[in-house]
T-cell receptor
Framework: AQSVSQHNHHVILSEAASLELGCNYS??????LFWYVQYPGQHLQLLLK??????LVKGIKGFEAEFIKSKFSFNLRKPSVQWSDTAEYFC???????????????FGRGTQLTVWP | DTEVTQTPKHLVMGMTNKKSLKCEQH?????MYWYKQKAKKPPELMFV???????INESVPSRFSPECPNSSLLNLHLHALQPEDSALYLC???????????????FGPGTRLLVL
């Protein structure tokens, strides 16, 4: 079955540590890729997105992600995390080939990031 | 402005009650979505509306009834729910459904529903 995989379920870091969260998907063809963040008690917010062009995309709050087509991956990175980055991070994929995938955003199971001050 | 608003923020209802969730956006988006999110799980798509017409129903039980009265509003009518329906209900919107184009879904804060 086609899916979105986030291998890290819970990541615990100290402030100033570097972060990389993995995301792999199994959809062929062209895809639109997203990372959303959900802070405790808050709604899903868009961190960044990739549609086409430069595979290294920069988002809000110092986050960036790299699309590697050959690896079907879209990993999220941040050079130095802060306590305020503690949240749940969701990778999401929209296979942009129309038909039955129209409007469908497939989410990974999420990664809980805990940053200790 | 990328704001999607949802009311109420919290809702407690009994299994025999009828209630409605409301979602509103004023971004001119023509696609609107309902998702259900259980604790520590990703959002699960329930319904999609495109140009005020139901486009996708992910085999959701009939005790959930969506309605799109106009392009800015999306309702979810609830009747005879079960305790397992307790969850965070998220609304989202996008410019369009993304017909081979690049669409971003913007989410509202959700309604936290508890069914007793």
């Amino acid at each position: 079955a086609q899916s979105v995989s986030q291998h890290n379920h819970h990541v615990i870091l100290s402030e100033a540590a570097s972060l990389e969260l993995g995301c792999n998907y199994s959809y062929g063809g062209t895809v639109n890729l997203f990372w959303y963040v959900q802070y405790p008690g808050q709604h899903l917010q868009l961190l960044l997105k990739y549609f086409s062009g430069d595979p290294l995309v920069k988002g809000i709050k110092g986050f960036e992600a790299e699309f590697i087509k050959s690896k079907f991956s879209f990993n999220l990175r941040k050079p130095s995390v802060q306590w305020s980055d503690t949240a749940e991070y969701f990778c999401a994929v929209n296979p942009s080939r129309g038909g039955s995938t129209l409007g469908r955003l497939y989410f990974g199971r999420g990664t809980q990031l805990t940053v200790w001050p | 402005d990328t704001e999607v608003t949802q009311t109420p923020k919290h809702l407690v209802m009994g299994m025999t009650n009828k209630k409605s969730l409301k979602c509103e956006q004023h971004m001119g988006h023509r696609a609107m979505y309902w998702y259900k999110q259980k604790a520590k799980k990703p959002p699960e798509l329930m319904f999609v509306y495109s140009y005020e017409k139901l486009s996708i129903n992910e085999s959701v039980p009939s005790r959930f009834s969506p309605e799109c009265p106009n392009s800015s509003l999306l309702n979810l009518h609830l009747h005879a729910l079960q305790p397992e329906d307790s969850a965070l209900y998220l609304c989202a919107s996008s410019q369009d459904l993304g017909t081979l184009s690049q669409e971003t879904q913007y989410f509202g804060p959700g309604t936290r529903l508890l069914v007793l």
